[in-house]
Each structure stands twice: as structure tokens, then as C-alpha cells.
């Protein structure tokens, strides 16, 4: 997607180039692509409308004039201002002492509220704190059983009232306010640093539903407030986020089902409105699958290129950090060996779910599904690439170049495959070490190109560690395993 | 008809919040007798966007007006009205939207769909339909095996409804559950059985084969099973809507959409879509968080809503 809005606005802005001069007119015309790109994201239309007309006085201004690429240039401009208005970053979770800390979670009914307590249970107890889950959903059927379950796969208590539940869904006054108060004291009894409250899921305009909220709010005084926001909302989140915020004045947002492949306008939509940080994003089912929001991947996200720094970093963060800084180092150096091409793809295993970044990138969900793999093919190319590079001499590991007709053939009869792909692992590794080298002093610009090489299926010119892994119906194969891995069930 | 007359007060006391909120009155829009001018459409294409309708619909059906008012067809506002409706529905027109029976044995319908959605409160909506409106034997099987708390949601909500349910351990087989369930509706002598699934991305292709299986055991065990994959899509869901109900479509050729939260401030516009793409007919739409919170799907009365025009 990215590559048909940078080819629009290529397109826009064909011949213009090294004219040095763009009038307002290629501006707006561009700027309906980008408005159309933003749509389609499901940013909210008056979020769009504002954001673009932002862009129009800067880009007429004199980036784009002084500009040898103007399309480019423009892509860059809006990517940054994507950028700007989803930050200022703070992912902190504030702590008041004495404690505990209140933390109230708020949203309409199916956003992920009652799992995001459990993730947040979670990573707070990864921080060293001692948190107590609140179940103050009284409204949806077995929602306390819900919480529970989740606090028992956490190891975090929770604390109920089975007496206060709704019994026919009709609101009970003064029941949610009562567990909360109970919860809070329970936790100063027992020496629990912060208490989370799971409410019920409710409609902004459900007053006696909002009425109950408020009044959690005022008389216990939450410390935090958070919204919990479905990313594959559409236009309506400006709503629901706008009266949140009214009535709560929220502290910031958590975006769930970020794992789906929606683009994810619904976020800048409801930052927008209330002006609230994004805290964190839920990626997954699992309860560790809770991540702490970027802007940049979003901003590429949104525009439909794919969370591709999201990628690189999360491909990074799970390698083992010493051997990344030595294959880094070589890598700028530029002196990144078949021989650290083979630790890097020992180093593939590691990097979790595939399916999960790959889900990022538009259109490769489609992609992979094309590629129709059947199960330990990867583990079997693999086997193969190691196999040839078993068969190679020292001196080939280091410099592949020497690997002529030849001793390609020798190659390829020592590991028993084709002289064929003897030639294509090299190529693999060739592409990934230049691009590698890339990543390194990588600009926007350059993550945009990376973008177009990935949305023509050139995976292996990615170079990302383990692309050339990752493979399109052409080239043949795929990994598939390591997305499986992470199976929930 | 007593019902979709329900349904559609049900649907305009929502719109009227929607205005309370918005603090804007849909049917302003249409003034009887105002001109017609390039302001106006751009304010009919903002409305439509923000019912999720989607670029595309939303500039062709502009795009149409503004041909017949520069041709001098049309002059006032309120003959826009009739052009969204008739672009609207034009698609809807020819399609079915009613349920398939088994002609003899147990109907069973599959129900899926997104984390949240609304799946297991619109198989509560559809158990009290079935029983109290059309007096069938109803059956509902705990397919979700998966989330915390989700065999004993449906378990609740069938005994507030007082229907049969078939139920595993959490973390159960699903297909396995699925499988009971059928006997069991054969055995019993049930009319419906509806089997609730776990929520699932479109991106989670394990969980969608998943559910292909567990479509298959049905399909093994009861002729003609499922007689109805009905797929429950989120009103507030934006344009992903349109790939949920491709990738469902593709794993388990769903017959019907439930839109659920019709009550909230969200048109559900992207149904458009849906339905202009894939075809796929909606067939009941969730306005609450009661059993009685269901209707039909009427395509006039929806549009009617989305554009705040008043009934009759
Ligand atoms: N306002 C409103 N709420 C609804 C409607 N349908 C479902 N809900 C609520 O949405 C929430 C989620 O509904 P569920 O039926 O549990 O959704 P689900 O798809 O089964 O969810 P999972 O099983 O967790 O994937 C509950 O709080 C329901 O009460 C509706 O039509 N209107
Ligand atoms: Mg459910």
C-alpha cells in the first residue's frame, strides 16, 4: 500500500522533478492521495481534514520546492507529521507514595479490558511491583470468573465480591463503587503497591452506565485512568474516546488487537481528540503481549507500509544482544561473513513469532497465504544452507566471491543439491549483508525504500535478520515453523 | 412485525443519543427546499465517511448527486435523500436474508468472529429468539474453550434463558465440543443448536483452521450442518470489517452477518462494503446487552437510521 501511495504521489509529482518548482495544485492533489491513504486507515475525517491541511502549508512551503524528489519529499513530510502528532511519547505509569496506586481501565464493551488488566498485572510485576486486580465488572456474564482466571496466570490476586454482581444485568447503585473501595483496602491491608480496576465494558452514551463510572471516579480518585480502544475501530472512536475523556479525564490510551492486520487509524483518531498519550498497544492473546507504544512504526503502519521499524526492532530485541552487537559492528564495517550469515539465521530461530510482525505488513497476510508451505519445509532449507556451507572451505566462508563455477559444483555435490542454489544462498546472503549494512545508517527515506523492495516481495532484500528466510511463492520458501511456535492452543 | 417495529424504535432511540452526543441532528442535513451546493456535498460525503461507509461508497454516491444537480436533475437538498437511498439499497435488493432450516433434525449455526465482537451475547439474542418468538427447542453449545470465563458466560446466559447447553473443561477440544454438541441435539430432539466459537484475528491462521475443523465435525456429524455460519461483526469496526468478513468467508462460507452494537453512536457502514465485495447479507443486528436486543436486518429501516430520516 505504501508502494501505490508513494507511486501516487510520484505520479502526482512526475516531471516536476529538478524543476525545482511545485504549486499549491500538486500539493493538494497529493494531499488527496494522503487524505484517501488516511481513510481508508479509518482515521477519523476531521482528523484527516486537519491533518492535511497542516501538511499543505508545510509542504508548500519550501521543502518541496527545494526538493530533487518531491514525492518523497512529501511522504517524508506527512510520515513525520504522523510522527509529531502521535507523540510526545510517555509510556510511564505514574506511582504515588504511599501507595497503592489506582489504576482504572475504561472502554466500550469488547475492547480488551479485562485481558489488558491481566497484561498490565503482568509487566508491572516484571517491574517489581505487587499488584492487585480489581474485579468491578458486574455486568457481564462471568466477567469476575474472567479476571480470575487471568490473575491465577499471572500469579496476581484479585479481588471479588460475588455478592455485589448484577444478577440480571441491571446496574446495582453504588456496587461498583463499593468493590473498588474494598479492593484498595484490601490491597493497603496486604501490602499491595497498586490496584488495577477491571470495569465493565459501556457505551459513552449509556448514562446509567457512565453515571457508575463517574462515580467510581470521583470518590475514589483513581490515580490513573486509562482507555482501552479496539485498534480496528473505525470512524466512531473519536466519539467514545471524546466522552471518555469528558467525563473520566483520562490519562492515556491502551490500543488492543494490534495483532490484527487493521491499519490502525482509530489510535491517531482518539490521541487526537483527547490529546492522551498512547501507553501501550496489545499485540496478542497472551499476557506478556502487552508493548509500549512507538510512533514511527505507527506512522508506517497507518500509512500502509507496514510496522517496519517495529520489525527491525523486534527482530533485534530477541537476538542475543552480545552476538547483534558483534554482527552490528561488522556489519558497519562491512565485513559481515558467511559465517556470521549462518550465526545470524541460528539466531532467526529465536525471534519469535513471525506471524506476528509479518501481520504488520500490508499485504503480506495474503502474501504467506499464497506461498501455501507445508510444515518443516523451513526446517528442511535450513538443513540445506547448512549443509553447502559445511561443504565450503574456510577460505570460501569468508569470501564467498571465490565461489566460482567450479567450486560451486563441488559445493552443491557435497551437499547434494542443485549448483543452483548454491549460487542463491549466496545471493541471500550477498543481499543481506548490503542491506544490513543499510539498516545501519538507515534514514525515513531509506525505510521507505526498504518498504518498496518488501511490497514487490523482495524479502530477501530486506535485511533484516532472517530475511532470507522469508521467501515469496517465487523464490520458494518460507518460514512458517517459528510462526507457529507461538500457538496458543 | 410487531418486532421490527421494536427494532427500528429500538434503532431510532440510539440515533437520537447519537444526536445528544454528536450534539447534531442527522435530519438537518436534508433541509426541504435548500439549494443544493459543492459545501453540501462535501458536508453528505463527511456524514457518510463517518458512518464507515468507506471512501470508495461514499464518493461514488456523492459523486452521483453532484452529476444530476449539474445536469439540473435535482435542485434541493432533500431529493439527495432519495439518491443515498436508492444508491444504498440498490445493492441489497435480491438478496436473502432468511435463515435456512434443516428440513428435518436439529439447525445448526455456527457463530464466529473477532475477539469481543459480541458473539456470545448475540447467540444469547438468537436462543431468545428462537425460543420465544419462533417456539423452538434451542441448544447452545460452549465452542469457546479458550477464554477465561467463556463457558461460563454461555452457561449463565442459558440458564437465564433456560435453554440446553452442552459444555467441556476450559481449554477443552473445541471440535470435540462441537461433536457432543450434535449428538446431544440429535438425541434430545433439538430444533436449534448454536455454537458459540472463540474470538480470532484473521491474521491468526491457526485459529481460523481451527474453526474450519470444528465446521467440518458439524458438517460429519448432522446433514447439511452448518446450516448457518453467521459471522458477528462489531458496528464500531472500521474498515477491517471488510478482510474479517473475507477470511471468515473464505474458512467457513458464512451465511450471514450479525452487526452487534447497533445501539452505540456507530452506523456500521462498512456492511456496505461487505455486502458490495463479498455478498455476504446481514441478517440480524445486536441493539443491547439484553436477549431481547435483536432484530432483523432491514436494509430501508438501516438506511433510514443512518441517515436519521423519520419513520412513519
Ligand atoms: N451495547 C451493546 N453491547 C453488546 C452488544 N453485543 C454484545 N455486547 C457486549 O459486548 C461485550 C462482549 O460481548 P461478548 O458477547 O462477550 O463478545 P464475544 O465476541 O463473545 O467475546 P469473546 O468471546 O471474548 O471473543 C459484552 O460486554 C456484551 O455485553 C450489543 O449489541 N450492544
Ligand atoms: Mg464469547
Known amino acids: 500500500m505504501l508502494e501505490t501511495l508513494t507511486d501516487k504521489l510520484g505520479g502526482v509529482f512526475r516531471g516536476l522533478a529538478g524543476r525545482g518548482r511545485i504549486s499549491e495544485e500538486n500539493v493538494r492533489e497529493a494531499m488527496r492521495e494522503v487524505r484517501t491513504a488516511l481513510l481508508e486507515a479509518d482515521v477519523n475525517f476531521k482528523v484527516v481534514r486537519e491533518f492535511t491541511d497542516a501538511v499543505v502549508e508545510k509542504a508548500i512551503g519550501e521543502h518541496v520546492i527545494q526538493s530533487l524528489k518531491p514525492g518523497e519529499v512529501m511522504i517524508k513530510i506527512v510520515y513525520d507529521e504522523l510522527v509529531k502528532l502521535m507523540g510526545p511519547v510517555d509510556t510511564r505509569i505514574y506511582f504515588v507514595t504511599p501507595g497503592p496506586t489506582v489504576i482504572m481501565m475504561a472502554g466500550l464493551q469488547g475492547s480488551g479490558k479485562t485481558t489488558t488488566c491481566g497484561k498490565l498485572a503482568k509487566l508491572l510485576v516484571s517491574k517489581g511491583h505487587h499488584p492487585l486486580l480489581a474485579a468491578a465488572d458486574l455486568q457481564r456474564p462471568a466477567a469476575v470468573e474472567q479476571l480470575k482466571t487471568i490473575g491465577e496466570q499471572v500469579g496476581v490476586p484479585v479481588y471479588t465480591d460475588p455478592s455485589k454482581v448484577a444478577p440480571h444485568g441491571q446496574v446495582q447503585k453504588g456496587a461498583a463503587v463499593a468493590v473498588c473501595r474494598a479492593a484498595i483496602a484490601e490491597a493497603k491491608k496486604t501490602g499491595r503497591d497498586v490496584v488495577i480496576l477491571d470495569t465493565a465494558g459501556r457505551l459513552h452514551i449509556d448514562d446509567a452506565l457512565m453515571g457508575e463510572l463517574k462515580e467510581v471516579n470521583a470518590q475514589l480518585k483513581p490515580h490513573q485512568v486509562f482507555l482501552v480502544l479496539d485498534a480496528m475501530s473505525g470512524q466512531d472512536a473519536v466519539n467514545s474516546a471524546k466522552a471518555f475523556n469528558e467525563q473520566l479525564e483520562l490519562d492515556g490510551l491502551i490500543l488492543t488487537k494490534f495483532d490484527s492486520d487493521t491499519r490502525g487509524g482509530a489510535l491517531l483518531s482518539a490521541k487526537m481528540i483527547t490529546g492522551k498519550p498512547v501507553k501501550f498497544l496489545g499485540v496478542g492473546e497472551k499476557l506478556d503481549a502487552l508493548e509500549e507504544f512507538r510512533p514511527e512504526g505507527m506512522a508506517q503502519r497507518i500509512l500502509g507500509m507496514g510496522d517496519i521499524v517495529g520489525l527491525v526492532q523486534s527482530a533485534m530485541e530477541n537476538f542475543d544482544q552480545e552476538e547483534t552487537a558483534k554482527l552490528q559492528a561488522k556489519m558497519e564495517k562491512g565485513t559481515f561473513t558467511l559465517e556470521d550469515f549462518m550465526a545470524q539465521m541460528a539466531q532467526v530461530k529465536k525471534m519469535g513469532p513471525m506471524g506476528k510482525v509479518m501481520g504488520m505488513i500490508p499485504g503480506m497476510g495474503d502474501m504467506m497465504k499464497q506461498v501455501n508451505m507445508k510444515e518443516g519445509d523451513i526446517e528442511k532449507s535450513l538443513k540445506r544452507m547448512q549443509a553447502m556451507y559445511q561443504s565450503m572451505t574456510v577460505a570460501e566462508r569468508k569470501k564467498p566471491d571465490l565461489i566460482e563455477h567450479g567450486r560451486r559444483r563441488r559445493i552443491a555435490r557435497g551437499a547434494g543439491v542443485e549448483g543452483g542454489e548454491v549460487s542463491k544462498f549466496i545471493k541471500d546472503f550477498e543481499q543481506s549483508r548490503d542491506m544490513m549494512r543499510a539498516v545501519g545508517s538507515m534514514g525515513v527515506m531509506g525505510k521507505f525504500k526498504m518498504m518498496r523492495a518488501l511490497a514487490k516481495g523482495d524479502l530477501a532484500g530486506l535485511g533484516m535478520p532472517g530475511g532470507p528466510m522469508l521467501k515469496t511463492k517465487k523464490s520458494g520458501y518460507m518460514e512458517k515453523k517459528d510462526r507457529n511456535k507461538k500457538k496458543r492452543r | ?312
Open chain 2, 1 to 312: 412485525m410487531a418486532f421490527l417495529s421494536k427494532a427500528y424504535d429500538k434503532l431510532k432511540s440510539a440515533l437520537k443519543k447519537t444526536a445528544q452526543v454528536l450534539n447534531t441532528d442527522v435530519r438537518t442535513l436534508f433541509v426541504p427546499g435548500r439549494q443544493i451546493n459543492e459545501e453540501f456535498l462535501g458536508e453528505v460525503e463527511e456524514r457518510l465517511l463517518a458512518a464507515d461507509v468507506g471512501v470508495a461508497n461514499s464518493e461514488r454516491i456523492v459523486s452521483t448527486m453532484r452529476d444530476r444537480w449539474r445536469l439540473g436533475k435535482i435542485k434541493n437538498r432533500d431529493q439527495c435523500q432519495e439518491i443515498i437511498r436508492e444508491e444504498m439499497l440498490a445493492g441489497w435488493a435480491g438478496t436473502s436474508r432468511e435463515l435456512t432450516f434443516a428440513a428435518s433434525g436439529p439447525t445448526v449455526i455456527l457463530v464466529a468472529g473477532v475477539n469481543g465482537a459480541g458473539k456470545t451475547t448475540s447467540i444469547a439474542k438468537l436462543a431468545w429468539y428462537f425460543k420465544n418468538e419462533l417456539k423452538k427447542k434451542v441448544m447452545v453449545a460452549a465452542g469457546d474453550t479458550f477464554r477465561a470465563g467463556a463457558v461460563h458466560q454461555l452457561t449463565i446466559w442459558a440458564e437465564r434463558l433456560g435453554v440446553d447447553i452442552v459444555k467441556h473443561k476450559q481449554n477443552a477440544d473445541a471440535a470435540a465440543v462441537a461433536y457432543d454438541a450434535c449428538e446431544a441435539a440429535k438425541t434430545r430432539g433439538v430444533d436449534v443448536l448454536i455454537v458459540d466459537t472463540a474470538g480470532r484475528l484473521p491474521t491468526q491462521e491457526h485459529l481460523i483452521r481451527e474453526l474450519v475443523k470444528i465446521r467440518d465435525v458439524v458438517a460429519k456429524r448432522i446433514e447439511g450442518a452448518p446450516h448457518e455460519a453467521l459471522l458477528v461483526l462489531d458496528a464500531t469496526t472500521g474498515q477491517n470489517a471488510v478482510n474479517q468478513a473475507k477470511v471468515f468467508g473464505q474458512a467457513i462460507n458464512v451465511t450471514g452477518i450479525i452487526l452487534a452494537k447497533l445501539d452505540g453512536t456507530a452506523k456500521g457502514g462498512v456492511i456496505m462494503s461487505i455486502r458490495d465485495q463479498l455478498n455476504i447479507p446481514v441478517k440480524f443486528i445486536g441493539l443491547g446487552e439484553t436477549p431481547e436486543d435483536i432484530a432483523k436486518f432491514d436494509p430501508a429501516e438501516y438506511v433510514m437510521a443512518l441517515l436519521g430520516e423519520k419513520g412513519e
